[in-house]
C-alpha cells in the first residue's frame, strides 16, 4: 500500500496551511461522496479551494500543474465524509437526496482518508470508520489537513466564531432586522454583538455574533448558541423570518 505523504510533503503542506494559499488535490483515491447524484469514484481526485470542494472525479490530476496545487497521492486509501450521514447508508433518504455533509463541489470541505482494501466493499469501509474513527489516516475539516497518522498540523489562523474572542465587522447586514409579526427586533452592530428586544421587552437576549457566508452563529452571553441563515432580503433565526428595519 503507497504511503501518501513524505516528511517533506508534510512539510509543505504544514507551511502551506499557514503562509500559503495552494490549492490541494487528494489523487488517486476511491471516493465515498455521500452524494446520491454525483455517486461514488473507484478512483478519482477530489480538489479543494479554500474551505470548500471545487472539483471532484476521475481526471482532476492533469490540471494540478496549471493549478499550482499540491497533490497529496491517496492511492490504497478511501475518501469518505467526516460526517457520516447514518440515514443515507440505511437507505432512509430519498435517491436526490443532496446532503449537507457530502463530499460534493460546494460543500464544505471536510472528509477523512481511510485505509481500503480492493475488496473492501463501500459498506465495509463506511461501517467500519464509524466504528474505528481513529483508523483514519488522514482528517480534512474546513479544507485543511487538521490530522495526518496521529500528528496535527499547524492550526488555522483564528476565524471569528472559533473562540470567545470578537472582531469587528464591517458587513452589509449589519443593522436592525425585525420578525414578520413586529415581535422580535434583532440588532446587529459593528463591535460583532447583537441585541435582542422581544415584545417590548428590551435586551432579551444578547451577546456575540459571527457571519460567514450566509450563516451567521451567535454566542449568546447566558452561554447558549444559535445560528441562521440569510436568504436574499431576509434572515431566519429560530423559526422567525427577519426583515431589515
Do not use: K
Not at 479551494?49 to 492533469?62: E, N
Not at 481500503?116 to 481513529?134: C, G, H, K, M, Q
Not at 432579551?204 to 451567521?216: C, E, K, L, Y
Amino acid at each position: 500500500m503507497a504511503v501518501p505523504f513524505t516528511p517533506e510533503l508534510l512539510e509543505l503542506i504544514d507551511v502551506n496551511q499557514v503562509n500559503g494559499h495552494r490549492p490541494l488535490l487528494f489523487a488517486n483515491a476511491r471516493i465515498l461522496t455521500g452524494d446520491s447524484l454525483i455517486g461514488d469514484f473507484d478512483r478519482g481526485d477530489v480538489l479543494l479551494g479554500g474551505d470548500r470542494v471545487v472539483g471532484i472525479g476521475p481526471g482532476l490530476l492533469s490540471a494540478a500543474d496549471d493549478d499550482g496545487a499540491i497533490v497529496i497521492d491517496c492511492d490504497g486509501y478511501a475518501i469518505v465524509p467526516a460526517v457520516i450521514d447514518t440515514a443515507s447508508i440505511n437507505g432512509l433518504r430519498s435517491p436526490g437526496h443532496r446532503a449537507a455533509t457530502a463530499v460534493a463541489p460546494g460543500n464544505p470541505a471536510a472528509f477523512a482518508i481511510v485505509p481500503a482494501e480492493a475488496a473492501d466493499s463501500n459498506d465495509t469501509i463506511v461501517r467500519r470508520f464509524l466504528r474505528s474513527p481513529e483508523s483514519a489516516q488522514g482528517v480534512v475539516l474546513d479544507g485543511r489537513i487538521a490530522l495526518w497518522a496521529g500528528r496535527a498540523l499547524a492550526a488555522a489562523p483564528a476565524e471569528a466564531g472559533g473562540g470567545t474572542s470578537v472582531r469587528p465587522s464591517t458587513d452589509e447586514r449589519l443593522g436592525t432586522w425585525v420578525d414578520e409579526n413586529g415581535f422580535v427586533h434583532q440588532s446587529l452592530t459593528a463591535d460583532g454583538r447583537y441585541d435582542e428586544t422581544r415584545g417590548g421587552r428590551e435586551h432579551a437576549f444578547h451577546g456575540n455574533f459571527w457571519i460567514t457566508g450566509d450563516r451567521i452563529d451567535y454566542r449568546d452571553d447566558l452561554g447558549f448558541w444559535a445560528f441562521g441563515e440569510f436568504t436574499g432580503d431576509s434572515l431566519r433565526h429560530a423559526g422567525y423570518t427577519f426583515h431589515r428595519s
